[in-house]
């Protein structure tokens, strides 16, 4: 499997980016999973639906399933911050690329995405791990980079360069124990 994480601030236009990513890369017969980091709480089922019901009445796990879908829900007993390289194993083998939201410290090689008007500063002079930066192509970067610069309202072309670049996105979890 392939991974890559996308970093920067809010309002940059992360999650926009990875939903018309995942079609792009998808078009290309390629199964396509997204891990996504939440800063706070996590709801996922609504009050009053049995899921909902299960986890109120205290079951540490709680899966639904249908015919296209699954959803496993765990509670933890006390707050503990997972990293990316504990939750990666958990996801379906057979799949050729995970997009990661969020996780912006780890070392996961990543694409920013950075806008000028979030008047943000960007992460790449001081992340190694920053592989490419995807902005409006109108925005000048603060900084001088060697790194690809990738056209974030052109998800074709973020597609067509990860995989042009793939087997820099190898995952290999023993990496990272």
């Not at 979030?118 to 001081?126: A, K």
Request: some cysteine; overall charge negative; glycine content about 6%.
């Amino acid at each position: 499997m392939k991974v890559v994480g996308f970093a920067g601030s809010s309002g940059a236009g992360k999650t926009t980016l990875i939903e018309r990513l995942i079609p792009a890369l998808k078009a290309r017969g390629l199964r396509v999973s997204v891990m996504k980091h939440a800063h706070c709480g996590l709801e996922t089922d609504q009050p009053g639906k049995d899921t909902w019901r299960h986890r109120e009445a205290g079951a540490y796990e709680v899966l639904a399933a249908s015919p296209d879908r699954l959803v496993l829900q765990r509670s933890f007993e006390r707050p503990l911050e997972r990293t990316v390289h504990e939750l990666i194993p958990a996801l379906h083998p057979g799949v050729d690329w995970v997009l990661v939201e969020g996780w912006r410290d780890s070392n996961l090689l990543k694409i920013e995405v950075w806008r000028a008007a979030t008047t943000q500063p960007v992460r790449y002079p001081d992340d190694p791990f920053v592989a490419a930066i995807a902005l409006p192509l109108a925005d000048a970067l603060p900084e001088d980079t060697l790194r690809p610069r990738l056209d974030l309202d052109d998800p074709d072309a973020v597609a067509v360069w990860l995989i042009d670049n793939e087997d820099r996105f190898d995952y290999d979890p023993e990496a990272y124990v």
